[in-house]
Every structure is written in structure tokens, then in C-alpha cells.
């Protein structure tokens, strides 16, 4: 430890660290739909566009890492935002693009409701209370009216046009010749926002708060942290960012069903956070492309599939308990 | 005496048991108090009662001329009374002069929005805490470790990287429980030092609970015993020593424990 920046992740903007971030956007944005363009698998959009709005979710759920608490309830919070998205469509005529920050607040406000109580519990309690709520969302859907049930919300509109004063921002996805080219920029744009976002939280006062709440919550309280406040507040982002995965899921399936997000997603979001590093903001994201993507292509071992899955996972928490990421640190000769 | 801090009846139960039963004393400003006892009688439960950590079954606790009692931690810690805790708690992972400046919480007066847009409030405030933290480490002599991780750092650094987070907070009072507590002779004279110069050098009012008669007799301008819950003694160190039911309370070993 020779500098004080160091044992903090990503203080400071340094000129690596600013090439790293620009190399990144030049893989999403351009390296990948060549990649993709030149080599005719147009399969991998599907794919890659799926982590990105899985990882926006696992974001929210690395978010409530940070608080030390084991968020296993994701999939509540996309289910609820993907439904609140399709209903406003299907129902009520809104554009998606309105649905996005509607789903996302209105999940954030239910989490307020859910998170004061069960907040307050720590550790394992909080996880088991969590894996529950994503069985409560999917009963809740199938019984309510509004859901239509289990047969779902269907034949849901795509994209429309989004435009201020006349002047179109993102064309219509039905008049586009390739729409999976466009879901998959949108779902990468919406993952370096939230991103960057989130990177934002964790290196400002917020996220040292957080870091305090974390390790300590009763000498937190003591130095003066609203300690219910702030873990509602960090409950709250988290489920926002959850509700914009639903309902990015809900554009680009054109459906959703009560089963759309069980609890075996819960339970991945918290895999990618624990596979990329807990310490690391960019953890959940290179975790859940190397699950996700991990999971696709060992389809070519058929009935092995599970099998090196879980074996490879359990070796992975075995030699890199602190995440993927903890290599870097590493290399870098640093504890 | 204007009492800068009044315990009132302060009286904790716990289903049948009884963990504080009717204690009042007053506290002056700028006093060093230390409350004593065996184990088990107290001690602690009533400082959680002081910083808000647990709210009594009756009675109140009165920070100059307002109720405390019964507020939750953090608005206890704005009005001013701070408590450091027993043991080593700390931000373990945290270096040391990162949990100095995380403590500064209470003084930020930008918005949490504030710091996460970088408003020009919140970038002040970031420098402000900076330069305030390093002070604090001065002031306490852990300049040498400043960038170590504070999981790192052996038992008396932790002790005093507690009160230094104790200090970034800004307190008027400041609660110390047990802090001499697993420390050799040497130690513990350079901690007594330490936190006379609390009192004389930063106007703090302290208030400790303490194992370490030796030590306490040394530091305290009054001293409060506590047995079985209920006050048996208040008075200065002398008037304590020769106090028959404290030595009654440290039964038989009134030489040793009372440390005289």
C-alpha cells in the first residue's frame, strides 16, 4: 500500500482506466455487431443482448451486496417491472420508452414498502426472505386480473418511435430491417448507463456510506448514518434497476408470463455478482457474460452441460473466492 | 453545576432481569467520568441507554436541557453525544484515514445528489473532511499507518483509530467504553495521556466505562460505581477508594482490584 487511492476500486480516473472504459465501449459498439455482421451468427444478439439486461439487473443486486445484504429476490423486481412495462403498453397505449423509468420507479416504490421491514433483518434471514418474494411475484401474477393469468401478456407491440419536437431520436423498431441489431443497442446502452451509474454511486459519498454500512452498521449509526434510511435508499436503486431489466425483457420477447422470471434467476443474478467479484462495480457485468455466455456455448456438451457448469463454478469460488476481477489486483502486485 | 448531560432514573429491564435499576448522575462539562463495576453489573446497557443503542424502560437521559433517550443512534450522534465501542469496531477493510473521513458524515452539508453528480458543495466538503481527517491522525499520532488497512493494524492502533472516528463526528461528549481494555502498563499510560488531552486540547466531555482501576483512579475527576444494576457510589477517586460498599462490591481483593 504505498498510495492511498489503491485499496478503493476505480478512485480515481486514471489514463489506463480511461483507455480500459474506451476500449469497452469500442468492443460493445462496434467490435461485436462487426464480429457478428462478418461471421452471419446472428444468433449471438439474442445472446449478448440478454446479458446485457441481465446484468443491469445483477447490477441492482451487487448494489445491495455492497450494504451487506444477499439479495436472492431480483426476479420479483424484473418480473414486476416487465408486467407494469407490458401492461402500460398493451392497456393503457403508453410508449415503451415511458414504460422504461415507470417500471423501474414503480418497483423502486414497492421495494420501499417491502425493504423497510424486511431491511432490518441481516445475513441469511434477509436472503431467505428475499428468495421468497420472486415465488410471491410470480403467484401474484397468475392470480391477479390486470396479468391475465398464466397465460401471460402477449403479442406485445415492439418499440415505438421516440422522438422530442419532431425530431426522432430512435426510429420505430417494426420499420427497422434489423430489430435485433437495435434491441441489442439499446439493452448495451441501458447496461454503460447503468453502469456508469452505479460506478458513480460507489465512488461518491453515497457509496462510502454504503461501504461503512457494510462492515459495520451499528458504528455507522454511531458516526451519525441514517443506517434505515440508506439501506432503503440502496433497496431502492437496486429494484430499480431490476424493474428496467423487465421491462427491456418485455421489448425484445414481445411477452411475458409468470414465469418469465423465477427463482432460479434470482438465484444467477447472485451467482454473476459472486462470480465477477463482490468488490469490484464491473463484477456483475463480466459475470454474468461469462455465466451466460459459459452456459450457451457448453450446450455443445449435451448431457455434460450441468455437470462442467457446476464443476467449473465450484473450482472458480475454490482459487478466486473475491471474483474474476480480484485477477487483476493481482497482476498488479497488489493484496 | 450546569450539567452539560443528566442520567434521570434511567431503569432497563429485560423480562424478569433487571439490567439497570434507577441510576441518575449528572455530568459537568469538560469532566472526565468513569463509571465502574464488576462484571455483568451494567456497565455497558447503560452507556447503550446514553447513545440511543437501546431505549429505557423508564427514566430519560437529558443532553443539555433535551431528551436523548429513547432517539435512535445516528440523531443521538448529530446532537452530539458519540460513543466508541468496546473492543476493536471499526471499517475493517477501510484504510485508516478512509474510516476517518467516512466518520465525517455528519458534517457533509451537500445532498447525497450532491455527491453523486460531484456538486461544487460536495467537492469542498470531500477536501474539508480530507483536511479534517488528517488533523484527527495527527492529533492522535497514527500519522505512520494512515494508509494502512485497518484490518491490518495491531490492537492499540485499533483502539485509537476507534476514537479517531469517534472525533471526525465532532462530538461534545464522547463515550468510551473500555479503552484500556487487553493493554500493558506502558499502553494504557500512553491512552490516559491521550484522553486527558481529549478534555484539555479539544473541549471534550468524556465519559468511560472502565476495567483498569489503576488507570481509571488516574484519570477520572468523578467516578460513578455501578453493582447489580443499581448505583452503590459516586464520587472522586479518593471518596470512591475509601467507600465501604465498593470494596464490598470488589469483595475481598480490595487492594488489588482498587488498585491502591
Sequence with gaps: MTDQTQSVPQTRLSATRLAGVLAFLVAVFVLVPAFIALTGRWDFYYTLTSVALLSVAAAGVWLTFYIGRIN??????????????????????VSFWLTLPLAGIFCALVSVGIGLPILRLRGVYFAMVTLV???????????????????????????GELSILGLTIIPDFATL??????????????????????????????????????????????????????????YAISSFFGGLAGAIFVAISQSIYPSSFVVQDSVNFMLYCFLGGLGYVFGPM????????GWDLLSVAKQYQLLIYSGALIALMLVLPNGVLSLLDRKGGRK | ????????????????????NDISFDVAPQEILSVIGPNGAGKSTLFKQIAGFVTPTTGEVIYKGNRISGLPPHKVARMGVVRTFQETTIFKSMTVRENVIVSHHLRSKASL???FFGSSQAREDEAEFGKSADDIIDFLGLQAIRNETASNLPQGHLRALGMAIGLATQPEVILLDEPFAGMNHDETMRMVALVRRLRDERGLTVLLVEHDMPAVMKISDRIVCINFGEKIAEGTPSEIQANPRVIEAYLGSEDAAIGM
Design chain 1, 286 to 293: 463480466l459475470g454474468t457474460l461469462l455465466l451466460y455466455f
Design chain 2, 113 to 115: 445528489l450532491g455527491f
Design chain 1, 72 to 93: 436472492i429476490g431480483q426476479g420479483a423486481y424484473a418480473l414486476t417491472g416487465g408486467y407494469v412495462s407490458a401492461i402500460l403498453i398493451t392497456q393503457y397505449g
Design chain 2, 1 to 20: 453545576m450546569t450539567a452539560i448531560l443528566q442520567v434521570k432514573g434511567v431503569t432497563k429491564r429485560y423480562g424478569g432481569l433487571t439490567a439497570n
Design chain 1, 133 to 159: 418474494l420472486t415465488e410471491v411475484a410470480r403467484l401474484t401474477a397468475l392470480a391477479l386480473p390486470v396479468t391475465n393469468g398464466a397465460k401471460g401478456i402477449t403479442s406485445i407491440p415492439l418499440p
Design chain 1, 177 to 234: 430491417a434489423n430489430p435485433k441489431l437495435a434491441f441489442y443497442l439499446m439493452a448495451a446502452v441501458l447496461m454503460v448507463v447503468t453502469y456508469l451509474v452505479l460506478w458513480r454511486i460507489v465512488n461518491s459519498r453515497l457509496g462510502h456510506l454504503c461501504r461503512s454500512l457494510q462492515q459495520n452498521e451499528e458504528l455507522s449509526a454511531s458516526i451519525g448514518v441514517n443506517t434505515a434510511m440508506l439501506r432503503v435508499l440502496a
